[in-house]
């Protein structure tokens, strides 16, 4: 089950951290260092995730492809 979330999850953090970042560095108030950072943020835990799921899925298709070799 968690695999078929990571990559929904992973897309939606690095749209929300694109959107936090553009819209931190586009304009100039008081809440743009915390839009910039946050978005840093889920831009990374995005990028974490996607990676995180990327390399079980070649795992789990390595261990499959040697058991079916056999």
């Given at each position: 089950m968690r695999d078929t979330m990571v990559p929904l999850l992973a897309c939606l953090f690095l749209i929300a951290g694109a959107l936090l970042l553009y819209d931190g560095f586009s304009t100039s108030d008081l809440s743009q260092t915390a839009k910039v950072i946050g978005g840093a943020v889920?831009?990374?835990l995005g990028l974490v995730s996607l990676w995180l799921g990327v390399k079980n899925w070649w795992k789990w298709r390595t261990v499959?492809?040697?058991s079916r070799n056999e």
């Open positions: 889920f831009l990374a499959y492809n040697e």
